[in-house]
């Protein structure tokens, strides 16, 4: 399940932040595409380069960024491919939890909120102008935070 992905993670509790997120993002690993924005991506803010994988890897910018750090061009070229390769997938994952989440776990604490400032700020982020994280994001998280036995900072302010 989890080829190509290799980040270093600090401990059962990320992980378990790690994989709430990436639940909830793909509805419990069964969707890779952005829902709304598959087959309209004019729709979407981001156009073409709406939400894909696990974590929903959006934006040009990020596109461009993973393709390079990854040395995948077709990441930036053809963004179905984070969708249908599922190496390529837990590559951005990498990718995204690696340069974007860590730093703010880090300079912002381990906790679900960090981890949400960093993946969907202005949605769900009530300092942002956000309306709170998602339930469904906090259920998830919470689910493997029993599976894993670690209590993880499930505060709703990021």
């Given at each position: 399940?989890?080829?190509?992905?290799?980040?270093?993670?600090?401990?059962?509790?990320?992980?378990?932040?790690?994989?709430?997120n990436c639940a909830h993002e793909s509805a419990k690993?069964?969707?890779?595409?952005?829902?709304?924005?598959?087959?309209?991506?004019?729709a979407c803010p981001y156009g073409w380069f709406y939400?894909?994988?696990?974590?929903?890897?959006?934006?040009?910018?990020?596109?461009?960024?993973?393709?390079?750090?990854?040395?995948?061009?077709?990441?930036?070229?053809?963004?179905?491919?984070?969708?249908?390769?599922?190496?390529?997938?837990?590559?951005?994952?990498?990718?995204?939890?690696?340069?974007?989440?860590?730093?703010?776990?880090?300079?912002?604490?381990?906790?679900?909120?960090?981890?949400?400032?960093?993946?969907?700020?202005?949605?769900?982020?009530?300092?942002?102008?956000?309306?709170?994280?998602?339930?469904?994001?906090?259920?998830?998280?919470?689910?493997?935070?029993?599976?894993?036995?670690?209590?993880?900072?499930?505060?709703?302010?990021?």
């Amino acid at each position: 399940m989890v080829t190509g992905f290799v980040a270093p993670i600090s401990g059962l509790k990320e992980l378990a932040i790690l994989l709430g997120n990436c639940a909830h993002e793909s509805a419990k690993f069964t969707i890779t595409t952005e829902i709304g924005c598959r087959n309209n991506p004019s729709a979407c803010p981001y156009g073409w380069f709406y939400g894909r994988g696990y974590l929903q890897l959006s934006w040009e910018q990020n596109y461009l960024a993973a393709a390079k750090a990854l040395g995948n061009p077709q990441i930036y070229s053809n963004p179905d491919i984070v969708a249908y390769d599922e190496t390529v997938n837990w590559s951005t994952v990498q990718w995204f939890w690696q340069t974007i989440v860590q730093p703010q776990l880090r300079s912002r604490g381990m906790s679900l909120a960090s981890s949400v400032y960093a993946i969907n700020g202005k949605l769900e982020c009530k300092s942002q102008g956000g309306g709170g994280i998602a339930p469904q994001r906090l259920s998830m998280t919470q689910c493997f935070e029993a599976q894993l036995g670690v209590e993880i900072d499930t505060t709703d302010w990021c």
